[in-house]
């Protein structure tokens, strides 16, 4: 069902009428699921009407390439051409149906384009962008880096607060950074619900804007080590007894650690609003809410009414089930609520600035110990749909849908993740400033980022509301010119691009990632041909992060004895016996095809024979396998400290919400016994020594 018709060197965005599902079909759309996502994107909405202003809201073009626009209506037209820094570039007069040329030297940027016809005037941002994303000097000069890649909430330490937070990540990038990792890879950490903290999937936002603020190291707040009633608080037996249950829980328990925070960052909050006005840490943080405008106090409101009316009602999970007064972010009622709880708005605002700083002073720490990439974030997908972006923005998201996967293979119902999409429409006729956005937050105090799903920059599966996951539908989106975008705001922010193409990737979108310049995503275990033979690591892509594992798979002792399989089963995610029995036959051939590649490569010298064998994993099988990817012709490596302490549960089971702790295990050892423990010296040291090694000989 095509929904706009756009000029020709634009992607039509349509919700499509057939797919090629997991067993290589092509698979039809029923009409009627076509026209609920129709419906759902606005039907006949003003937007998708086809347009008859004179100008497109966005033209977005790459450097020196010709920029020529129709002018579309009647009559004679003024118009005018200004950089974004206002400066004035061309001007003149044309009539209608004639098509005005731009010059093929406008600079990088945005620029704005404007129509003027009596009292009427119509605008066009002109966005000018690079070819390609930025890459890092060390890259550029052929060296192969690598880095740890961390769920920041599963680190232990003798100092946190029963989560990992921003002074563990202090900490981890010392240690990694002083043996020469070149960056530290994070989960997302996207805002979440700190009054529901049980909803603790980081891929599952309130807000991709914003940061969760359980990340934030409480005592390292100035204010919390000054409040006096606050350190009595701390000081106490029984609140010294929480922590170290909290600290000592083998899973993160996010009450019992959302509310000692808080509690905590009260007492200094209390402290912080009686600094006077002039205060350095005043000014600094009136200048924050100052700059970061609008979207900054949504959140904060958001937070505070969640907070106020989960009180009130535990089942006020979300503004879907808010009283109604409240579901319109817009509403008096809401802006009497802000009003009265003045300090309390400000409160969760201060919250978010102590995030920000805590996160910036990490990157700052990359800085000095001179780490080529520094920090990565992880950007999800997308937001729930009963979070802060779609309550008070509810045009460009579209909540009667939800993204998911079709059916598959190892999932044959398909998956719905709950997360409400943006709508590709409002992102054109906003000449896509809310993607300008949530890049630009993404990518601050950041060396890279990894978009998740990249593939989403092309299609996603939308499900109507009430649908089953098997009955969506792909919708397009505008590829190329994210794609230019991105590449624009990756320069200006001298931030790379990694883009996780696992699972299955169109034909259509896999050279223009690489063209792009954005960094694949090449996983140890799918790296092999159709007969498991798997790739000698000199053939892998150089434009690309090469990893073992990933949180979404088992870990290597994990998938080496099958423990995803005999999970798997226990939460009946295989009913089809003879599917799983296919599938630990596949993983037992894979298993001997990477023992034959050590053998081949020489990596088994030094191994007892009983060590090379399918079922057994061991510390020196494990060393040898991360050297087989560290050997990788992958510009980047990263590595999972899971795997260096030999854990075998994962942390995350996809397709399960239930019966498993997803998001919960923390890491065996704390970061003082992990960077105290000779195996993984050893394993780290040889890693980095092999890097080390592949950049001179390229050189």
């Known amino acids: 069902m095509q929904c706009e018709e756009k000029e020709g060197d634009m992607v039509s965005m349509d919700v499509a009428a057939s797919y090629v599902n997991a067993r290589g079909q092509l698979q039809a759309i029923p009409d009627t699921i076509q026209q609920q996502l129709f419906d759902a994107m606005g039907g006949n909405a003003p937007h998708l009407k086809k347009s008859a202003l004179p100008l497109p809201t966005v033209k977005v073009v790459l450097q020196n390439d010709d920029i020529e626009l129709i002018i579309k209506g009647k009559g004679e037209f003024y118009w005018q051409l200004e950089t974004e820094d206002k400066a004035l570039l061309q001007q003149g007069q044309i009539v209608s149906g004639k098509v005005l040329v731009l010059p093929t030297d406008l600079p990088l940027g945005y620029h704005r384009l404007t129509l003027n016809q009596r009292r009427k005037q119509w605008n066009c941002c002109v966005i000018v962008a690079p070819k390609r994303c930025y890459i890092s000097s060390a890259i550029e000069n052929d060296q192969k880096l690598w880095g740890a890649n961390v769920q920041l909430y599963t680190l232990r330490s003798e100092q946190n607060w029963g989560i990992g937070d921003f ?9 990694v950074g002083s043996r ?3 960056f530290i890879g994070l989960n997302p950490i996207h805002s979440l619900f700190p009054s529901t903290p049980e909803s603790a999937s980081p891929y599952s936002p309130s807000s991709r804007c914003w940061l969760n603020i359980i990340y934030i190291d409480v005592e390292s707040v100035a204010d919390f080590k000054f409040s006096e009633e606050g350190r009595c608080w701390w000081q106490s037996k029984a609140i010294q007894e929480s922590l170290a249950a909290a600290r000592n829980s083998e899973s993160v328990d996010y009450t019992a650690v959302t509310q000692l925070k808080l509690t905590a960052l009260r007492f200094a ?41 989960m009180e009130q009602n535990t089942a006020h999970w979300g503004w ?44 700052q720490q990359c800085i000095e110990f001179n780490m080529s990439i520094g920090l990565y974030r992880d950007l999800a997908v997308g937001v729930t749909q009963g979070g802060v972006e779609t309550w008070h923005d ?22 719905n993740w709950g997360i409400a999409p943006l709508n590709p429409h409002v992102l054109v006729e906003r000449a896509y400033a809310p993607f300008i956005d949530l890049l630009r937050t993404n990518m601050e105090s950041c060396g890279a980022v990894r978009i998740d799903h990249v593939m989403s920059l092309l299609r996603l599966w939308w499900i109507p ?18 794609l230019a975008i991105l590449a624009l705001e990756s ?45 000698p690591p000199e053939q892998w892509s150089a434009q690309a992060m090469a990893v073992i594992t990933t949180h979404d798979l088992p870990t290597l002792r994990g998938y080496w004895e099958s423990h995803d399989f005999t999970l798997g089963q226990k939460l009946g995610l295989y009913p089809d016996t003879e599917i799983l029995e296919g599938l630990r036959i596949d993983r037992e051939k894979a298993k001997q095809q990477l023992l034959d590649a050590l053998t081949l490569r020489g990596n088994h010298q030094g191994v007892k024979d009983e060590v090379l064998t399918v079922g057994k994993m061991s510390v020196e099988l494990n060393h040898k396998l991360h050297y087989l990817v560290a050997d990788s012709n992958c510009d980047l490596l990263g590595l999972q400290p899971e795997d260096w302490l030999e854990m075998l ?32 010296n050893s394993l780290i040291e040889e890693v980095d020594r092999r890097r080390k090694q592949l950049s001179h000989q390229r050189n």
């Open 167 to 175: 002074g563990d990540l202090k900490r981890m990038i010392c240690e």
């Open 180 to 182: 020469g990792g070149s």
């Open 269 to 309: 909050w209390q402290h912080f609003s009686l600094r006077h006005k002039q205060d350095p840490l005043q000014v600094e943080f009136e200048q924050f809410v100052e700059k970061r405008g609008l979207s900054l106090n949504w959140q904060a409101r958001f937070d505070a009414l969640h907070a106020d009316l």
């Open 320 to 363: 879907p089930v808010w009283p109604e007064e409240y579901q319109n972010a817009h509403s008096s009622s809401v802006t009497q609520f802000c009003e009265k709880k003045h300090d309390e708005v400000k409160f969760w605002s201060w919250l978010q600035w102590l995030a920000w700083r805590q996160f910036a002073d990490c990157w």
């Open 394 to 415: 509810r045009d460009l998201y579209c909540v009667e849908a939800s993204i998911g996967a079709p059916p598959d293979i190892l999932g044959p119902l398909g998956q």
């Open 465 to 482: 509301q009430g649908e089953a996951a098997a009955n969506g539908a792909y919708v397009r989106y505008p590829v190329d010119d994210l």
């Open 491 to 535: 320069q200006r922010m001298r931030c790379m691009v990694i883009g996780e193409d696992l699972g299955i990737v169109p034909e259509e979108i896999i050279s223009k990632l690489r063209d792009c310049g954005i960094f694949s995503y090449k996983v140890l275990w799918f790296e092999h041909d159709a007969q498991s033979k798997f790739f």
């Open 649 to 680: 549960e994962p942390v995350n089971i996809p397709g399960t919400s239930t019966g498993y702790a997803n998001w919960r295990r923390k890491l065996s050892k704390t970061l003082e016994d992990i960077f105290a423990d000779p195996k993984v």
